[in-house]
């Protein structure tokens, strides 16, 4: 549910593919949700958990399908860039992988580490990234992917309405029409509210916030992803140019840069993409800068390079223990929901708690069996596709993790 209604297929293509309209389209706010993560790590302390929110916003059903129709033409024109500079296989976030995932990625850094030692492998993290991205170095390389000095004046309005945006926060949005976040469309409308309704409670009430800075694209809109690449387009040709020159291995997944040398070449590897990124405004987090010296084949390292979810230690290639611990995490928090569930059920037919039983069949199917994408389907593939027995390993005690939760429960009676 958004601010305007859903408009058929056939009348937002006409209006997305003429120009002129797009020239002079009038772009309605975003609504921002905020997704929260968590990540853990480990240390000599124990498991620390960091929560990471970032804010996620959904564009009018008339702008979505603007942003989307001019996303697949920029892609054409940049695909093609990137066949022409050899760069097809350096960048691999946000394109269509022919059916491959972040797990192929990870295995092709993995396999070339193994067959290329020794080595160091460097593995950036770049802040921010959508919240920095520099608006008149964005207008710069859009245009130049356009084969032109300025951008065309529909190119102009859709540059305008993402660097300029106005935006207003999901919860304050609903709060105020009191519609339900769990169940929107409850309420029994087809949009969230009238344009008056809009400037009388939100705009007079001072919810719409404008981006005030020269920089900064909305993360999450269909064509936020596409810009991003283009961003970084030069970048890419630079690094990926010198690092191959010296023998190694580049590629970038969105803010993660990864850069594979020989030994000697790892100070001036660290220098080149560090300058360069500040080149184009941009920063790197140096604290999570992960430098990993590959020795001779055969040899592990005690600290594990991490790239793309997966980890490897020159000799076992597993998930991080970040996304295990979460698993199991939620598979106990899935026990907890579930008893509260049962504990009603047992207040409702006068029983004690533990005269009614847990419901294992939606528990089984998101916590022990290979589901429609869960945690336990994805870690089978990417077993199966690193050829690694090891990542089976981490989720086999899924089931007697499962049972003791319950027990657990069934005890605190």
Same mark, same amino acid.
């Given at each position: ?23 002079k ?36 059903h008339?702008?979505a399908?603007?942003?989307?129709y ?76 356009l ?22 926060d ?110 184009i ?19 592990s ?14 000799? =076992?290639i597993?998930?991080?223990? *970040?996304?295990?611990? /979460?698993?199991? %995490?939620? &598979?106990?928090?899935?026990? +907890?929901?579930? @008893? ?14 533990t ?13 022990t069996?290979?589901?429609?994408q ?12 690193? =050829?690694?027995?090891?990542?089976a *390993?981490q989720?086999? /005690?899924?089931? %007697?993790a &499962?049972?003791?939760?319950? +027990?657990?429960? @069934?005890?605190?009676?």
């Amino acid at each position: 549910m958004h601010l305007d209604e859903r408009i058929p297929r056939e009348a937002l293509l006409k209006l997305v593919s003429t120009p002129a309209t797009v020239a002079k389209w009038q772009f309605l706010p975003l609504i921002v949700a905020s997704v929260t993560t968590k990540k853990v790590r480990r240390d000599a302390s124990g498991f620390q958990v960091k929560k990471k929110t970032r804010p996620i916003c959904y564009a009018s059903h008339r702008d979505a399908a603007l942003y989307a129709y001019y996303s697949e033409q920029l892609t054409k024109r940049y695909e093609a860039l990137l066949t022409a500079r050899g760069l097809g296989e350096a960048v691999t976030a946000f394109r269509s992988g022919a059916g491959r995932c972040n797990v192929h990625f990870a295995l092709d850094a993995f396999t070339w580490i193994e067959a290329h030692r020794p080595c160091t492998a460097l593995a950036y993290d770049i802040s921010g990234f959508f919240d920095a991205l520099d608006h008149q170095l964005l207008k710069k390389k859009w245009s130049e992917v356009l084969g032109g000095d300025a951008l065309p004046a529909d190119h102009y309005s859709i540059y305008r309405s993402l660097t300029r945006h106005a935006k207003v926060d999901q919860v304050v949005l609903y709060a105020l029409f009191g519609i339900s976040r769990h169940a929107p469309k409850a309420s029994g409308r087809k949009r969230i509210c009238s344009p008056e309704q809009f400037r009388k409670l939100v705009v007079e009430g001072g919810y719409l916030k404008l981006n005030p800075d020269a920089k900064g694209i909305p993360q999450g809109t269909p064509i936020s992803a596409t810009l991003s690449n283009i961003y970084m387009l030069e970048f890419d040709e630079r690094v990926a140019n010198q690092v191959h020159a010296w023998g190694g291995f580049y590629r970038r997944y969105c803010d993660d840069v990864l850069c594979v040398v020989p030994p000697h070449r790892a100070a001036a590897a660290k220098a080149l993409i560090e300058a360069l990124v500040t080149e184009i405004k941009l920063e790197v987090q140096k604290e999570k800068l992960e430098e990993c010296a590959f020795g001779p084949p055969g040899t592990s390292i005690q600290k594990p390079l991490q790239y793309l979810g997966l980890t490897f230690n020159g000799q =076992k290639i597993l998930l991080r223990s *970040g996304s295990v611990g /979460r698993f199991y %995490s939620r &598979l106990r928090k899935g026990v +907890r929901m579930a @008893d509260i569930a049962r504990s009603k059920a047992a207040k409702n037919a006068g029983l004690a708690k533990t005269g009614v039983s847990i419901k294992r069949g939606k528990l089984n199917r998101a916590y022990t069996f290979t589901g429609h994408q869960n945690f336990v389907s994805y870690a089978h593939r990417a077993a199966k596709i690193a =050829k690694s027995a090891a990542i089976a *390993g981490q989720i086999a /005690r899924r089931w %007697s993790a &499962l049972d003791r939760a319950i +027990r657990t429960r @069934d005890r605190s009676e």
